[in-house]
């Protein structure tokens, strides 16, 4: 879907924004220019040797759009349509603007933007997960550049969001302008290296996380297991605040030992491990303002257990605004709601 007028609130701004400004401001550096122009490095690994603001260049690369491309991929800040409010909404397989002809290594953008857009996507994530990212588009979707979209969020200038979608993506970069929330918004991520996944996820990148989670399980003694193991799934989409009141599934973090703390602090790092630093530091900081851990709850669900044995596919991590829900069958798919207030609204579709 796209709109048929430019963004008001985008402004204007000067479109001769080249190649050689991209590498020298963006990627700041001679050896960065030279492995670019070496035809030979990905985007992502110029972001290693010199990592560029993922918000710097979303200014550079609105600085670039022509009039036309701005009003296919420009929205005013609160810009509604049947989905509701665009800027917020969430699902495991959508595209904000058209996915036939919009894609981000289409020709609707210069070579120039392809790289800037590609550097600001993996700006966003460690740089020790750019492989495994790389890795679950190609099995999901052909490959980073073939199905996905983006779209720009309000003034640049001002307060602004960048959100790349697709299969198994929702990913934002906001430059803290979305008030209260983590990582700019609910965000979605998952993966299928095949549609019906063996009980191993073999080659699914995401499930040492759930290897993460059911290594805590093993220690939980027997009344512990017994709270913590859930029998009705909720649907999954469904990670909306339960604020301060909320009854929480499975096992509160305060009822756990010491050393199970400890590993629910290495559960939370393996979620938070595939994304840059900022963000991670962002949701630490709203889930501790929200009493961390320990106003928490760790649930496993025993439905769906893929080849019965007892390795769950299906947990969820949840506390009055935070909420990481992980749907392991018939593959990865996982929901993300993170905030330092319950106030905050959700905009969802599971399909």
């Known amino acids: 879907m796209s709109p048929t007028q430019p963004c008001s609130d985008c402004g204007r701004s000067d479109s001769s924004w080249t190649r050689r400004d991209f590498v020298q401001t963006g990627l700041a550096g001679a050896a960065v220019a030279g492995m670019l122009g070496s035809g030979g490095v990905r985007a992502d690994d110029a972001v290693k040797a010199s990592p560029p603001e993922s918000e710097t260049l979303v200014k550079k690369l609105h600085a670039s759009l022509s009039e036309q491309q701005k009003s296919m991929i420009c929205f005013p800040w609160d810009y509604k349509d049947n989905r509701g409010l665009l800027r917020t909404h969430v699902s495991n397989n959508w595209n904000i603007t ?6 981000v290594g289409s020709d609707f953008f210069t070579s120039d933007q392809r790289d800037m857009i590609e550097a600001i996507f993996f700006g966003l994530y460690n740089p020790e997960w750019h492989e495994r990212i790389r890795k679950q588009l190609k099995d999901d979707a052909g490959g980073y550049g073939k199905a996905q979209t983006i779209a720009l969020f309000g003034d640049v200038n001002d307060k602004f969001e960048f959100v790349m979608t697709g299969r198994h993506l929702t990913l934002r970069c906001d430059g803290n302008s979305a008030d209260h929330v983590a990582f700019g918004g609910p965000m979605f991520y998952g993966h299928a290296p095949t549609f019906d996944e063996l009980k191993d996820h073999p080659g699914n990148v995401f499930w040492p996380q759930a290897l993460k989670a059911n290594s805590l399980f093993k220690i939980l003694d027997g009344k512990q297991r017994e709270k913590a193991l859930v029998g009705d799934i909720p649907e999954e989409s469904s990670v909306a605040f339960q604020g301060d009141k909320g009854v929480f599934p499975g096992l509160p973090i305060a009822d756990m030992t010491a050393d199970q703390k400890a590993v629910v602090q290495d559960v939370l790092k393996s979620l938070l491990e595939p994304y840059r630093q900022s963000d991670r530091n962002e949701a630490l900081q709203c889930l501790d303002k929200t ?26 991590l949840e506390g009055p605004s935070f909420v990481w829900y992980y749907r392991g069958a018939p593959h990865v798919h996982v929901w993300v709601n993170v905030a330092d207030s319950p106030d905050v609204v959700l905009n969802t579709h599971s399909g």
């Open 98 to 103: 058209d996915p036939k002809s919009l894609t």
């Open 291 to 316: 009493g961390g851990l320990d106003r928490c709850s760790l649930a496993y669900y025993n439905a769906d257990d893929l080849g019965n044995d007892q390795v769950w596919d299906y947990w969820r």
